[in-house]
């Protein structure tokens, strides 16, 4: 796999959004089967030979467009447009319903060591660090 196919194959899985590659014929055939492999059977615009006499435009999923081009031999160059991520964005963890002792306690379990945790605490909630420090003495 290319380096540019694999920084636009992570920022296709990382937000919703359409990313684009022009690669030569057997990069394209390489580059599709990562893609499949990666991100799975997307939406894909295949656009081979853009401004030429032999110009084609194939907008099918990725297994589909594989197999089209087995059947066939094809030469030139092309641009893959592939649709981005289209599942539910994790929620981010939301502490704001428990006390800064409940927190920093959440965050020591989770690996924190103790200081780290009510430093994290601190910042997110603005607080002075005398005041987390003093309701988490006896963790």
Known sequence: MTKICACLMIAALLFCCLFAACTPKN????ALKDMLKI?????ISVNRELTKKYQEVIRQD???VLKIYEEKEVKGEFVLIVDGFKGKKQAKNNYDELSEREYVEVLINDGLSKKDAIKTVCKERKLKKDVVYKQVLDL
């Open 27 to 30: 990069d394209a055939n390489e």
């Open 39 to 43: 991100l799975g059977n997307r939406e």
């Open 62 to 64: 990725i297994e589909t």
